[in-house]
């Protein structure tokens, strides 16, 4: 049973992979390179995301989860606003690159 569902994991990311490519746009013209060039252009390099929306542990020693990342700064205070309402209780940061731009600390109680 074990296999069978490592398989099917395996096809599924297959096929994840190959996204992109089922869909550009035909073109009969080009071949599958200029395709995989395409498809791969509209996509950010994580360097291009220098906005983050952190959730850390509760020593506040290690970041647990990841919320947003973006390349917009306002995208990226709204999604910090919006989990520092839906999560009053945890240390929230917003970063840009490696700098923190506004924090949440939480209740101090």
Do not use: C
């Not at 297959?14 to 509209?42: I, Q, T, V, W």
């Not at 929306?53 to 290690?62: C, G």
Request: charged fraction near 25%.
């Amino acid at each position: 049973m074990r296999a069978s569902s490592e398989t099917t994991r395996l096809r599924f990311a297959d096929s994840f992979r190959r996204l992109p490519y089922r869909l550009s746009p035909g073109d009969d013209e080009h071949d599958a390179s200029d395709h995989a060039s395409s498809a791969s252009h509209g996509m950010f390099p994580a360097e291009d995301l220098p906005y983050k929306v952190e959730i850390w542990d509760e020593s506040k020693t290690v970041v647990e989860q990841v919320l947003a990342v973006t390349a917009n700064g306002s995208i990226g205070y709204a999604a910090y606003y919006a989990a520092t309402r839906e999560r009053p209780d945890r240390y929230i940061t917003l970063r840009h690159k490696n700098a923190i731009v506004s924090r949440w600390n939480g209740p101090t109680n």
